[in-house]
Every structure is written in C-alpha cells, then in structure tokens.
C-alpha cells in the first residue's frame, strides 16, 4: 500500500540519523564497493574512483509480511532521501517487484534519476545489490490482512478484526479488517455463553434452526475441513414469503462480525456479479448473505438473477473462481470462495443440478417463535461471544495436534451409498453434522456436556438433516424443469387442457395446441412454452428455463427430433394440405420413458 507523502526538506534527525548508518553500514563491509556522497547520491566505489549510481539513497525500514490465510506475501518497506532533501517515507514495494527498475518511478516519481554511464541496467543491478547488503539483520512486521484461520510455524490462529485468536503476539491486525470484529460480552463465562447458545435453537423448528447453527459452525472451519480435503460445497438456502422474516433469522445465526452494531445485510441479488465474487473471497471462514431472491417476471431481469444463482453456487460448488484478465491482458488475481454463502429468497432454484448444491429451508409465516427471537436481538453477542471462545479452544487443539478429530465421510458415505439422496447432499449432511461434533466436543471440554448427551444430540441432528435433504432429493425429480415441463404437457393433453388434433386437420381458427399421430406429437413452440409457463405462474412458481433452453434440453434427451441439415430443434413438418410449419416434433415413446423413470 503507498503512502503518499508531501516532499520536505531533510529535517527529520532520525532520519539523518539512519543515513549515517545507511552509509556507515556500507562501508564496513569487507571489499564494500558503495558509499554516499556529500550530495546524498548512492555511489560505486571502483579502482578508488567513486563513481555516483544514482540521486536518491533507499533506507530499508522493515520486511513486511503480509498473512492471507497460508499464503505469505513479502514486501520491504523502503524510505527514500532524493537530492538529500526531499523525504518520501514508508513505501512498501513487493519482493517480485524490485526485481525491475520500474517501481522506481512507480512509487517515487520521475524526479529519481539513475546515472546511465555503465548503462540504466547495470547501475540498478548495483542499486539493488546495496539495498540488499543494508537489510541484512533488518527486522520483519507481520500483518494479516484476511480475515479466517491461518497458520504460522504450526501454531494455528484465527483472525478478525479486533485482533488474533490464538497464541500469536507476533502479528499485526491491517486495518481494512476492522469491519469484521467477534464482538463479544467480556463479562458472560463461555460455559454460559455456550449453554445459552443452545436457546437459539428453540426460535423456530429444529428443521429450521439447527441447519442454520450448524452451518455457521461449518463455516468456521472451512479452511481446516480443506486441509482435511473435504471442504464443504453446498450453499444454504433460506425460502420463504415476504413476512416471514427469514432474513432475520439469517442474520440471527449466521452474523458472525460486528453484531453490537446490528450491521446490515451488505449483499443482494441486485449487485454485480464482479461484487459478490468479491465478498465471496472476503468473508473467509464465515457466512456471507445473500438477500432477497425473488421470481422475477421480466425475463432480462430472470435472466440476470438465475446467472447470479448459477455463479453462486458453481463458486461454492466447484471452488473453481473465474479466469479474469487485467487491463495488460496479463492473469489477475483470482477470488476463490474461502468461506459459505446463505442465500435469502421468496423461491427456490429449479434447475437439478443447482438443486444438489444447496441445502433448502423452507420459512412459513408462523415458524418463528417472536418472544425467543426478541430475547436474542436484545442480547446479540450470545452467539459471537460462545463462538469465539469456541475458535480459541479449537486453535489450541488444532495446534496440538495438527488436524482436526475424527474424520469419517466415506464411511459416513457408504451409510448412505443405497439411497436416493444425491451424494453432493451426503457430504453437506456430513459437513453439518461434522461441524455439531467439534461444537460438542468443546462442550465436553468445558464440562457443560458429556458423551451421552453428545451421542443423543448428534443422533437428533443427523436425523433432521437426512429428512430435509430426503425432500429435497424428492423435489430434484419433481421440479426438474424437463420433468416440470414433460409432465405438465402430458397432464394437459390427458385433461383436454390443450387443444391436438389429428395430422391432417385443418384448423377453421387458429385456436389449436398442435397436431398427433400414432408416434408423434406436433406442438407449436411458442404457444406450448407459453401455456407451461402460465400454467407454473398460477401456482406462485417461475418456470426456471427459456424457450430455447427447454428445447435444447429436449433434443439431449432425445424427446424431439430435430432438423439435421440446419441444426434447429423445431422441424418443418407438413400438417395439412395446406401448411408446412415449424413444430416440436415429440416422441411419443420417448415422453413415456422420461416421465416413467
């Protein structure tokens, strides 16, 4: 980060002070070859000549390490006295980039000058090599700028934005983190922080509360489950009408930061998708939400939304961030999810591969218990204050031992290898249950629980789990948009709910559906899509896909026949005497065999 500093003169004594040193330190090495001169020009000692290299002398202040999670960024924080009077102080200049001459100008202005007289080149090789002698024994400041678990000489530690939790007085907190603090009550006893944490599952039902618990708890460990190469990858989703505060409740559970301020919810389907990727990458080993996914009827603004959703959950889903250029068409930097994601919505995502990503919820109106949700708003630090000394009890295992307890997915995956249930939504089932565990361990550590109550609490919570992804896993074939779509086209011509007629016939009007042989129906597409589309309407719910979209995948799914010379889905088929039109033209068969699957 550069700090700009107005240029003054050379008056500042420590300053004087360190460039004698500066030059003193020089000099003392064996065979040294540079010096300083009256004219604070840095110089080249050779054959007893002293051959100036520059006008400006650099004073390595510090090495700054920069903590992301694991990822150590170095960067030398430099002052630098041009012409021996003007002082620009504390720039900080990343390793890779003194390997160049250009940060020179970059961070100190044009009015630095390197003397080209063995060529601009060989004189920075020379610059550089004495700023490389002066750092040696220079002391190094660690800062972590992102917020979530880090690790440091095997000793584990959490950051946020009031400081480390964890055994490491050795690093600094940087300052763009201060939005993200665990405010906490110093007076409450973690013993009665964590038993009253346990009150919070009784503001709605348990099929509501404890995958909402539990899926803050997950987020916490993210980067230890990835360590464990089982990181989670689903998304929650919280549905629910207008009214039925279900963006309460995600703020009630899955705030992690700043809650004595009651923060907003920052997040919405109406940012950019550049944004949300960006928080995505920001909120690391907590929960971002997401509010207020609604069925859009203007298909632009449908569009948009579902791209949104799409985006969202192949992030989560797949930790795969997108391939972005900067303005030199050089790699930038890529923002893969470190944390989860908590979508808020009056509708819930129909398509079937979105489905197996997330964790749907479903909110009525008269699910929350209002005088529990009060007693909580009015006391918001419950939770952050069990949950931080729940982190600082974890760092100190996770320090000890060196990874976390008690790993079974694949047998927890073979429990369940001969249900229906989609495996993405065993390992989530997993993942939430897993995350209860280590919650109750440290209940146990703490002696406000033993293993018995632990053995009945995790039977009850896998239990709620299994039956809300067992729906789900029931609404993956039921609101599968080809099945939505199939299904209600051979409800309505079973029920006379659109008009077919016999291939041949000619319509006196234009009120007909489509035409019919033994093997085949001939719709037309845009009235059909229309009739499907209106008749979901009706029922409060979006039809998920457009017109193309349904038809491509109907032709994947070798439904329709389609036109072989022009690529199109909809063929030229002559119904009558007297017209040749574009229709589906559907299998009969085909139909049967989806729909019977």
């Not at 500042?12 to 064996?30: A, G, H, M, P, S």
């Amino acid at each position: 980060m550069i700090k700009k500093v107005k240029p003054r003169y050379l008056d500042d004594e420590k300053l004087i002070r360190k460039l004698v040193i500066f030059k003193k330190k020089l000099e003392n090495y064996t065979k040294s070859e540079y010096t300083i001169n009256d004219e604070g020009e840095l110089c080249y000692i050779k054959n007893n000549e002293i051959i100036p290299l520059c006008n400006f002398v650099l004073i390595p202040q510090e090495e700054v390490k920069i903590l992301e999670g694991d990822i150590i960024i170095s960067k030398l924080r430099i002052t630098c006295v041009i012409d021996n009077t003007e002082v620009i102080k504390d720039i900080e200049v990343g390793m890779k980039e003194i390997k160049k001459i250009d940060w020179i100008d970059k961070y100190f202005g044009f009015k630095c000058c390197i003397y080209s007289e063995m060529s601009e080149n060989r004189s920075y090789e020379k610059i550089k090599q004495a700023l490389k002698l002066c750092c040696k024994d220079l002391g190094a400041t660690k800062i972590a700028n992102q917020i979530g678990w880090g690790c440091d000489n095997g000793k584990y530690f959490y950051v946020h934005g009031d400081g480390i939790i964890g055994k490491k007085r050795d690093i600094e907190v940087g300052e763009e983190l201060n939005d993200f603090r665990i405010d906490i009550y110093d007076e409450l006893h973690p013993a009665h922080a964590y038993i009253k944490s346990f009150e919070m599952l009784d503001i709605a039902p348990l099929k509501i509360t404890l995958p909402l618990f539990s899926y803050t708890l997950m987020s916490v460990i993210n980067s230890l489950l990835r360590e464990e190469h089982c990181e989670p990858q689903a998304v929650l989703w919280l549905e629910g009408e207008t009214g039925s505060r279900k963006t309460t409740l995600a703020r009630q559970f899955s705030f992690l930061f700043n809650r004595s301020e009651n923060p907003p919810v920052i997040a919405n389907f109406k940012c950019t998708k550049t944004f949300l990727e960006y928080k995505m990458n920001q909120y690391k080993d907590s929960v971002l939400v997401i509010d207020d996914y609604y069925p859009a009827m203007d298909p632009s603004e449908k569009q948009d939304m579902n791209s949104k959703v799409e985006l969202i959950l192949r992030l989560i889903g797949d930790k795969t961030p997108k391939g972005r250029s900067n303005v030199n068409l050089k790699e930038s930097k890529n923002l893969t999810p470190r944390g989860l994601v908590l979508i808020t919505g009056e509708d819930f995502t129909h398509v079937k591969s979105n489905i197996a990503r997330c964790i749907n919820i479903k909110v009525e109106k008269n699910d929350v218990n209002l005088d529990k949700l009060t007693e909580f708003q009015e006391n918001p630090l419950i939770l952050s204050t069990s949950i931080f000394y729940y982190i600082k009890w974890l760092s100190k295992y996770m320090t000890k031992n060196q990874s976390l307890p008690k790993i079974d997915l694949d047998k927890f995956r073979k429990k369940y290898s001969n249900t229906n249930i989609h495996g993405r939504l065993i390992d989530a089932i997993w993942g939430l249950k897993y995350s209860f565990y280590l919650y109750l361990k440290y209940g146990i550590s703490i002696n406000v629980i033993d293993k018995k109550t632990m053995k009945e609490k995790l039977e009850q919570v896998e239990n709620v789990f299994y039956e809300l992804v067992e729906k789900q896993s029931m609404l993956m074939v039921s609101e599968e948009p080809l099945y939505m779509y199939l299904n209600t086209l051979n409800e309505m011509i079973i029920s006379n709910k659109i008009i077919i007629k016999k291939i041949g016939y000619k319509p006196e009007n234009k009120n007909i559906d489509g035409w019919y042989d033994e093997k085949y129906y001939y719709m037309l597409p845009e009235g059909l899509y229309n009739t499907v589309f209106l008749f979901w309407r009706k029922r409060n719910k979006v039809f998920p896909l457009g017109q193309k979209q349904i038809h491509d995948l109907m032709r994947k799914n070798n439904i329709i026949e389609f036109e072989k010379n022009t690529g199109k889905n909809c063929k030229k088929v002559k119904v009558n005497s007297e017209n040749r039109l574009r229709v589906l033209k559907i299998s009969k068969e085909k139909l049967n065999e989806y729909l019977s699957q």
